[in-house]
């Protein structure tokens, strides 16, 4: 079973950074695909992008391009989103998530990932 735990989320101000970290582990297959996530209360989960197994393709929501960067480090399991610039429309609880299989090359989906993490609190004000 797949284990992802998120962390990094904290309360900030408009303008300012945070890097969200997501470490995976209890791989019984290698994970091909891992995403970020958002979600706020009342609305449904929404996709913030996705990275290939080998790094070399992301996607990106509209609404975050040229604002995050989403990375890994194969050596250590973690996955990053680098959120700079942000704005109060980013606050919402960030989950990282994981699929057994190649990315769709599209901004990810839910019904895509079967792995989750608990999510970890972004507030920008």
């Known amino acids: 079973h797949v284990q992802l735990v998120e962390s990094g989320g904290d309360s900030v101000q408009a303008g300012e950074s945070l890097r969200l970290s997501c470490v995976v582990s209890?791989?019984?297959?290698?994970?091909?695909?891992m995403g970020w996530f958002r979600q706020v209360p009342g609305k449904e989960r929404e996709g913030v992008a996705v990275?290939?197994?080998?790094?070399?393709?992301?996607a990106y929501t509209d609404s975050v391009k040229g604002r995050f960067t989403i990375s890994q480090d194969n050596a250590t399991n973690t996955l990053y989103l680098q959120m700079d610039s942000l704005k109060a429309e980013d606050t919402a609880m960030y989950y990282c998530?994981?699929?057994?299989?190649?990315?769709?090359?599209?901004?990810?989906?839910?019904?895509?990932?079967?792995?989750w993490g608990q999510g970890t609190q972004v507030t920008v004000s």
């Open positions: 990275i290939s197994l080998g790094g070399d393709m992301t």
């Open positions: 998530a994981a699929r057994q299989w190649r990315c769709t090359r599209r901004t990810p989906v839910v019904s895509e990932f079967s792995s």
């Open positions: 209890g791989y019984r297959y290698s994970t091909y695909c």
